[in-house]
């Protein structure tokens, strides 16, 4: 039931009135979301891309690593599949065959020929490489600590072909499907931001916190070392932390400690706007009566406190993420975060930079696409969700 | 006036113990690198052929001062860079930090001041139309610009007008100067060269700061507008431009002044992926150097507290500007 309109227009309708005033904070804000169609357009794509992202191995016909790559067609153009040609209609799609030859009429180049003539049909639901959606694999020091466990281990995926290669995206200069490799990037691009967000997060709310809920001296000082790193530029911050990292440690260890620099320095203007909003609640009745009724400090803050502005905080994280995804890019790109053999939106991007790619390799733009469309879903949704907890919105239009 | 004055003092404090703190973290920064100074050098000396023992590195890090506690160096190294503006040497490069530096920033910081100034000259106008308006297709295209500006990063940007210039024209904008000027002394047909060529990266990273200042601008002004001395002003029979000018601009003027620092810290932000991209030579390129590639802490440190003492002195100014400007602020400090 759209709560807003009908508020809107004047409805004598008692029980009408009723629900809009009795309705709870989130009947409110998810009313007012849903009004904002560009908003509700972006949060559509972007759960796709989540679930795209996280159903990725299934989604794909080949492992985005080295192990899925295709030697035998490298640097290949996408795949299209068809459903007729000259040669007549087919229900079942299907995709030409290829070769690739080296000879002197090539110019002694590897060259990629389409035989129109051998149609290789995609099937629905084939076994191939296995995954597990539950793999643990630590390697601690000590061998008796070393993990390794696995379960709920697939190998069926949704399409495939018998012989050769499907490679919707085309294939890089190894060989890997570019597809494949999109999908897990927007999921490793995910798992990224989630733990920057999640540490930026956490990090802020025990110094907003502390510094919003004491205030004074505590307040001032906080404040002070707060102000200092927003002023520092996070990018170059950023990539002073992570020239430290060293070259030999594993794609793992690199994610996790890239992902918590985003963290470390993500934190400050989180921080900021705790402060300011605990500052603000903290001089009202409710707090008064909890402190009289003999609650401790870390009990109002975490009861009364911090339920108060949920939504907010659920607003910001949503706006923060984002520009964590964005950072992670940035610093891939320059060389210094994930690098190749992982797929990440960054270090995708980094193979485009070159003019050879633009004139020879167009499809090595696809994941750019992709970046461009996760990042504005994001801001569109973080926008909306922003308006819509704001409860002037509707006042200011 | 004395309170105005106190003002400017206490604000002065601040920025220098803002500068303190940065400079605290940048040190610490530096000196988690693995490997310090004494043993780059001596390992720079064997590479010369001499055999090089541990009493040797001991010797050399007693005459570097790194035998001292971290506090004292950290002490020693601020008080350089804030009282006689030495960075001291680069034990990578083996060169004074200062005279590596010295052109580099001024044609970094153009840049990027040349970068703030345009985002601005076309966010404030086009900000204020898209609040005012009530077209939709105008202001659904800034909305949507303004997106995008989030969206599209810099080095996106710079990247697919590189290319495309490359494939289109042949000639590669890349550089700052063309080949015949790289090494000359400064002459005014090389400053005119810079001018032709320094468009590209002032606009790509005017790019990003143009959206958000954009974004700034129209909100703060939507917020002024549906005010009730705005309707007041329009009863009285003033309309269009002039009360657009006249009122809500300049209440919203404060809080876009304020926010100049933040975007001066954005430029920065994409100085060094710009700098890559671009092959320029300034500063940026350095700091990618620097840590991408020889990890040179020293160098890396030095630029880090320039480009923040740069933002720190922009808040400064921007806070001493608005106070005598707007006369809330000015009331409100002066009693």
């Known amino acids: 039931m759209d709560l807003l309109a ?44 989540i679930l795209a992202g996280f159903f990725s191995e299934f989604l794909s016909p080949y492992a985005p690593t080295m192990a899925g790559r295709d030697k035998q067609y490298e640097n290949g153009p996408p795949q299209m599949p068809k459903f007729w040609d000259e040669n007549g209609f087919s229900l079942q799609p299907f995709i030409y065959g290829t070769k690739r ?133 996070p990018l170059p911050l950023f990539m002073a932390l992570a020239a430290f990292l060293p070259q ?150 | 006036m004395v309170k105005f004055l106190q003002f400017t003092l206490i604000r002065a404090v601040m920025s220098v113990v803002t500068l303190l703190i940065v400079s605290l973290i940048v040190f610490s920064l530096m000196e988690m690198v693995p490997g310090n100074c004494a043993e780059r050098y001596i390992a720079f000396k064997n590479t010369q052929g001499q055999v090089i023992t541990i009493e040797d590195i001991q010797a050399e890090e007693r005459r570097l001062g790194l035998d001292k506690p971290f506090m004292i160096r950290a002490g020693t190294w601020a008080g350089n860079v804030f009282f006689k503006g030495q960075f001291g040497d680069s034990c990578i490069l083996r ?28 966010a404030i106008p086009v900000g204020i139309y898209a609040a005012s308006t009530r077209n939709p297709l105008a202001n659904n295209s800034v909305r949507f610009i303004s997106y995008l500006g989030l969206a599209l990063p810099s080095f996106l940007l710079a990247l697919i007008i590189m290319l495309t210039t490359t494939v289109l024209f042949g000639e590669s904008m890349a550089g700052l100067f063309s080949k015949e000027y790289r090494d000359a002394a400064w002459s005014f047909a ?30 703060l002004m939507l917020d002024e507008i549906s005010k009730l001395y705005v309707t007041a002003a329009s009863a009285r029979g003033i309309s269009g431009r002039t009360l657009l000018w006249r009122y809500p601009a300049r209440h919203s003027l404060g809080p876009v002044i304020n926010s100049l ?45 320039i480009l923040t003492a740069c933002i720190v002195l922009v808040n400064f100014v921007t806070d001493i500007v608005l106070a005598l400007m707007d006369p809330r602020v000015r009331t409100g400090l002066m009693g």
């Open chain 1, 6 to 49: 009908r508020s809107k227009q004047k409805v004598t309708d008692q029980s009408l009135k009723e629900a809009y005033f009795t309705a709870s904070q989130t009947q409110l804000v998810r009313a007012r979301f849903k009004k904002n169609r560009a908003a509700m357009v972006a949060g559509w794509v972007l759960t796709l891309m």
């Open chain 1, 101 to 233: 030859e080296r000879s002197i009429k090539t110019n002694f180049r590897w060259v990629i020929t389409v035989d129109r003539e051998d149609r290789r049909y995609v099937r629905l639901f084939v076994k191939d490489w296995k995954y597990s959606y539950i793999d643990l694999n630590w390697d601690l020091p000590g061998d008796a600590f070393d993990v390794n466990f696995k379960a709920l281990t697939f190998s069926t995926h949704l399409f495939g072909v018998d012989k050769g290669g499907i490679h919707l995206f085309g294939t890089d200069a190894s060989g890997k499907d570019i597809y494949s490799r999109t999908l897990r990037a927007i999921f490793t691009s995910l798992k990224c931001g989630a733990l920057g967000v999640f540490i930026a997060f956490v990090l802020a709310l025990i110094i907003g916190g502390i510094s919003g809920y004491y205030g004074g001296w505590i307040d001032s000082t906080l404040q002070m070392i707060t102000d200092a790193i927003r002023t520092v530029p």
């Open chain 1, 248 to 397: 030999e440690w594993s794609a793992e260890a690199v994610f996790f400690v890239i992902s918590s620099i985003l963290g470390l320095i993500g934190w400050p203007t989180l921080a900021r706007r705790i402060r300011t909003h605990l500052l603000s609640e903290r001089s009202q009745e409710y707090v008064l009566a909890a402190e009289l009724c003999g609650a401790s400090s870390s009990h109002i803050i975490r009861r009364h406190l911090l339920p108060s502005f949920t939504s907010y905080i659920i607003v910001d994280l949503m706006i923060t993420f984002p520009y964590m995804v964005r950072l992670e890019t940035a610093l891939s790109f320059i060389g210094l975060g994930l690098i190749d053999p992982v797929s990440s939106l960054g270090s995708m991007m980094q193979n485009v930079s070159k003019a050879d790619i633009l004139l020879n390799y167009q499809w090595y733009f696809i994941p750019v696409l992709f970046f461009i469309a996760f990042v504005l879903a994001f801001v569109f949704v973080g926008d909306g969700l922003r308006d819509a907890a704001d409860p002037y919105t509707d006042a200011r239009k």
């Open chain 2, 95 to 122: 060169l004074n930090i200062n005279n590596l530096l010295s052109d580099k920033v001024w044609i970094s910081l153009g840049i990027c001041l040349a970068a703030l100034f345009f985002s601005y000259l076309i």
């Open chain 2, 190 to 219: 090389k400053f005119m060269n810079f001018m032709s060529r320094a468009w590209l990266p002032i606009f790509i990273l005017g790019w990003a700061a143009t959206a958000f200042a954009l974004q700034t601008v129209r909100a």
């Open chain 2, 261 to 305: 620092g933040f975007d001066l810290n954005r430029i920065f932000n994409d100085l060094p992926v710009v700098a890559l991209i671009m092959t320029l030579t300034e500063m940026g390129a350095l700091l990618i150097d620097a840590l991408a590639f020889s990890n040179d802490q020293q160098l890396a440190g030095a630029i880090l507290v």
